[in-house]
């Protein structure tokens, strides 16, 4: 029995039909920034800053809602769906 969350068949459907282009710029940029890996958090929080002029807690108020927007589920869907288990553990 595995202790997984299933993924929301809503979102899955809205994705299916979202087009990758909805993104905005700032939208695939923090895409882009979460698809590496980081070995210090200072680090990730500088790029953060040099790049999108965001502090942390605007950063991750902007991932958290990118999250459940289901363009972002159709440009990146692996990665979306690492993040949402994140989220949700």
């Avoid at 965001?54 to 958290?64: G, I, R, V």
């Avoid at 999250?67 to 990665?79: F, S």
Wanted: proline share 7%; no cysteine; aromatic share 6%.
């Amino acid at each position: 029995m595995s202790s997984l969350p299933r993924p929301n068949l809503a979102l899955v459907e809205l994705a299916a039909d979202a087009e990758p282009t909805d993104l905005t710029d700032i939208q695939r940029q923090i895409l882009a920034i979460e698809k590496r890996w980081w070995k210090y958090t200072a680090v990730k929080e500088r790029t953060i800053k040099a790049q999108l002029g965001l502090n942390p807690t605007q950063y991750y108020l902007a991932l958290n809602s990118l999250l459940d927007n289901p363009a972002a589920a159709a440009a990146e869907p692996m990665l979306i769906n690492r993040l949402r288990t994140k989220r949700a553990a």
